[in-house]
């Protein structure tokens, strides 16, 4: 198994906050939408992202979900990812697949199973934050996210945040539940993600903000419905 030093997961020591921001802005350079940017936006981008804040952090708790919500949340996330990804088949495909594993479950009931899966894990998840707390922390939150995301919206930043799922591998896992043990990570940058998901990294990191890959996501989930 790798150390955590050579792994993508750096740990949330100064060394490791220093290479992690070094990383995230090579990152967001080489994003195809950064790159669409006109050029006088990009010549100065990360000065315009150096300036922006998110209200309320200095004295009061942005945190909306305990630990045991976050797994929910990842937990639906994956559903909702394994059902779209059946829906992306093409037909010829699914049905080589149906007919390859005639003893399991047919595609297409699968896809609606992963979803009905989904669906309960968010009603559960609503239940649970069906609190007078909860509910102002949600307001904050989404507050927040709807001024971040206005305020990326001036620098040509679009909203996107459909393929921010976070993705683990078995070993990734295990590596980092026995580093966890130890010491806090950072988000893992080799994901794939949209550039308001590595932007809104940047903007928390910059306001010394903890970053961690589901508040991020949902900071900007949280924004994105407050500003319809």
């Known amino acids: 198994m790798k150390s955590v030093e050579h792994s993508e997961y750096l740990p949330d020591t100064e060394a490791g906050r220093s290479l ?25 981008f990360f000065e315009k992202l150096a300036e922006l804040t998110l209200f309320g952090t200095n004295n009061c708790s942005v945190e909306t979900h305990s630990p045991r919500t976050r797994k929910l ?76 995301l206005n305020q990326l919206g001036k620098l040509g930043v679009a909203c996107k945040i459909n393929n921010d799922f976070q993705t683990i591998t078995k070993d990734a896992a295990e590596q980092r539940d026995a580093s966890k043990q130890t010491q806090r990570l950072m988000p893992d940058l080799s994901q794939s993600m949209t550039l308001a998901m590595l932007c809104a990294m940047l903007i928390l990191f910059n306001n010394g903000q903890l970053v961690e890959w589901s508040y991020c996501r949902r900071l900007l989930l949280e924004g994105k419905r407050v500003s319809r």
């Open 73 to 148: 949340e990842k937990l639906a996330d994956s559903y909702r990812r394994v059902a779209n990804s059946i829906a992306l088949l093409s037909e010829i495909d699914e049905l080589l697949l149906d007919d390859a594993f005639q003893h399991s479950m047919p595609l297409q009931q699968q896809k609606k199973l992963m979803r009905q899966l989904a669906a309960q894990v968010d009603e559960l998840i609503g239940g649970m934050r069906q609190t007078s707390t909860s509910t102002s922390e949600r307001l904050l939150l989404g507050l927040q996210g709807a001024s971040l």
């Open 20 to 44: 992690f921001r070094e990383r995230l802005i090579a990152k967001i350079q080489q994003h195809r939408d950064f790159k669409a940017l006109p050029h006088e936006i990009q010549s100065n």
